[in-house]
């Protein structure tokens, strides 16, 4: 039975990198014979021009019925004047938390060739190879009760809610300790026990989980402690696991020590192994249509899909071996550029993909 994967190419660079990471999966759908079948949908800013909402009835009941997302990115200042609700990252937030997308996958590799693009010293970084497994439908982004109100005294005061409950952290423990086990066997869970109670249970509830992975070498840290060593000592981590909100920071941090965020493939996945598949970074407004942004993310973020959700591991294969080639080859994006390499664009990249495919 043919299998269906829903590509929602989103706002500014997104419509530029998504043609390039979807020529990518077609010469593999078709070099593999995988019988992907591809259907489009609108997401974020680019759904509320047309339905005025960012995440339209019609993407949800399509999201919820394929097999596999692909999304581009979302949002930008075109947007910036619209309603809280109506923003389109709300789009975003809406479909992981609909489809009950709890486990961010964000692989943070640095590829040999690219070392020298690091803001880290090449021997700090060289190797690098760390799994950061974010919690995504829970914690402070999504707690209750939340708001900007007004004081009696005339002041205005912003409020959120840090707030998780016992089995959103077990299955994100449970999801982190698997993947652990399939790596190095280590797991190092990020938490703020020192001050946040939300937190305290995490660490509790974490060591609950962990004496089912006996196999697993098992470490804590404090947020500010892990952002420190990230950037002093990245080698030492194999696999993290944190919240929604020191997941989104420490995975960004975690993305410049690999030389680019264009290079950051991500997978959110729910209970069942099913998955949307993204890129680490937003909407690069900043380079939107002058052919700058770097699909490579999003290429790797195919190959994810293909991995995790859509069992063709071959074609993943292919595709990761074909983006190594590329960079071999000394073609680089603006963004991964330097010296006596060749500058290409995003389409004149996604060429040479398509071209190193061995399928
Ligand atoms: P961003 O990730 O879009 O950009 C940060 C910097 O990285 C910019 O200088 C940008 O040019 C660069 N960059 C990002 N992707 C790149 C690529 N593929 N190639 C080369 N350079 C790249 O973050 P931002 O500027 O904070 O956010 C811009 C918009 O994106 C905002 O509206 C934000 O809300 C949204 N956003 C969306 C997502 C998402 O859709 N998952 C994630 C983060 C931010």
């Not at 047309?50 to 930008?76: C, F, N, S, Y």
């Not at 407004?285 to 790797?300: E, H, R, S, V």
Request: glycine share 10%; proline share 5%; net charge negative.
């Amino acid at each position: 039975m043919s299998k269906q994967v829903l590509i929602l190419p989103g706002d500014y660079i997104g419509p530029e990198i998504m043609a390039e990471a979807v020529r990518v999966l077609e010469k593999v759908n078709q070099g593999f014979q995988l019988g992907l079948e591809l259907e489009y949908g609108l997401l974020g800013g680019a759904a509320l021009d047309v339905h005025g909402v960012p995440l339209p009835e019609e993407t949800l009941a399509r999201a919820k019925e394929v097999d596999a997302i692909l999304l581009g990115a979302v949002g930008g200042p075109k947007w910036d004047g619209v309603e809280r609700h109506l923003r389109p990252e709300k789009g975003l937030l809406g479909i992981r938390s609909e489809l009950q997308l709890f486990g961010n996958l964000r692989p943070a590799i640095l590829y040999p060739q690219l070392a020298d693009a690091s803001s880290l010293k090449p021997e700090i970084v060289a190797g690098l190879d760390i799994l950061i497994v974010r919690e995504l439908t829970g914690g402070i982004y999504f707690g209750e009760p939340r708001g900007i109100r007004t004081l009696e005294n005339g002041e205005r005061e912003g409020f959120n809610t840090y707030v998780y409950n016992e089995s959103e952290i077990r299955r994100i423990a449970h999801l982190a300790f698997s993947l652990a086990r399939k790596r190095d066997g280590r797991l190092c869970s990020v938490d703020k026990s020192n001050v946040l109670e939300a937190t305290i249970l995490w660490r509790e509830v974490v060591e609950e989980v962990a004496k089912d992975y006996p196999d697993v070498e098992l470490s804590h840290l404090y947020v500010d402690n892990a952002a420190m060593q990230l950037v002093m000592q990245p080698k030492q981590f194999d696999v993290m696991v944190t919240g929604n909100m020191f997941g989104d920071i420490l995975s960004d941090a975690a993305a410049m020590l690999t030389g680019s965020i264009g290079m950051l493939p991500s997978a959110s996945l729910d209970q069942a192994g099913r998955g949307m598949y993204e890129p680490c970074h937003g909407s690069a407004p900043d380079i939107a249509g002058q052919g700058k942004a770097n699909p490579l993310a999003t290429i790797l973020s195919v190959a994810m899909m293909l991995r995790y959700t859509l069992a063709s591991a071959e074609a993943a294969d292919a595709i990761e071996q074909a983006v190594s080639a590329v960079l071999d080859q000394g073609l680089r994006t603006p963004d991964i550029h330097s010296d006596g390499q060749q500058l290409v664009s995003t389409v004149e990249m996604g060429d040479a993909v398509v071209a190193a495919l061995n399928c």
